[in-house]
């Protein structure tokens, strides 16, 4: 079954504890991205990834990191969390990403993400 | 800087009648437009996408209008179901994909 995947759905830590929530894709998609859902602000992009090695910043990139060392994994790291970084986590994929079309984003079912 | 705004955040429609729900843009870079539908709990899905190239797009009881001039697009549903309540968010890409807030729709049967 063609799916995102995404671990853990739920945590709940305490700030500055790092933390790594993973992101794993079966599609041999070449563009990867996370957002966070926040009430009222819709989802907003972190890091994006349009192939293996090739990563950039969204919209909000402060307080995060990313890897793209492989094309079917995309983890986002949080080195030292912040309770406002307390949110729902979406990872996406798809299977190119940028020039005049962009393709539909498939998405994870979401990491609800609590920090103390 | 939100450029794509979703100024309802939620809308109550009865069963069999029209949905109707507006987005509006402010790039006018953006040229593909698109739809997802989210439940509680689940990551949001594909609904329905647009080119710019075209001001109307069909597929089954979901529609999608595009005009560029006024820079809104909006999603009809027809007739709605109970089953369409959900969150639904417009996006607009052209490097990348930019989201609007989101609008609960509420069908009530």
């Known amino acids: 079954e063609a799916q995102v995947t995404q671990n853990p759905r739920y945590l709940i830590t305490v700030t500055g504890k790092k933390l790594t929530v993973t992101c794993s894709q079966n599609?041999?998609?070449?563009?990867m991205s996370w957002y966070r859902q926040d009430p009222g602000l819709g989802l907003r992009q972190i890091y994006y990834?349009?192939?293996?090695?090739?990563?950039d910043k969204g919209d909000v990139p402060e307080g995060y990191k990313v890897s793209r060392k492989e094309k079917r994994n995309f983890p986002l790291i949080l080195e030292s969390p912040s309770p406002n970084q307390t949110s729902l986590y979406f990872c996406?994929?798809?299977?190119?990403?940028?020039?005049?079309?962009?393709?539909?984003?498939?998405f994870g079912p979401g990491t609800r993400l609590t920090v103390l | 800087d939100q450029q794509v705004k979703q100024n309802s955040p939620s809308l109550s429609v009865q069963e069999g009648r029209i949905s109707i729900l507006n987005c509006d843009y402010t790039?006018?870079?953006?040229?593909?437009f698109l739809w997802y539908k989210k439940y509680p709990a689940e990551g949001p899905t594909f609904l329905i996408s647009?080119?710019?190239?075209?001001d109307k797009n069909e597929d089954g009881r979901f529609t999608v209008f595009l005009n560029k001039s006024a820079k809104h697009l909006s999603l009809h549903i027809v007739p709605s179901q109970p089953g369409d309540s959900a969150v639904y968010f417009c996006?607009?890409?052209?490097?990348?994909?930019?989201f609007g807030a989101g609008t609960r729709l509420t069908v009530k049967p």
């Open positions: 996406a994929s798809s299977l190119r990403g940028g020039g005049i079309v962009t393709d539909t984003q498939y």
């Open positions: 647009i080119s710019s190239i075209k």
């Open positions: 790039n006018s870079m953006f040229d593909y």
């Open positions: 990834s349009m192939n293996v090695e090739v990563t």
């Open positions: 996006a607009a890409s052209f490097n990348d994909m930019r």
């Open positions: 599609m041999n998609h070449e563009y």
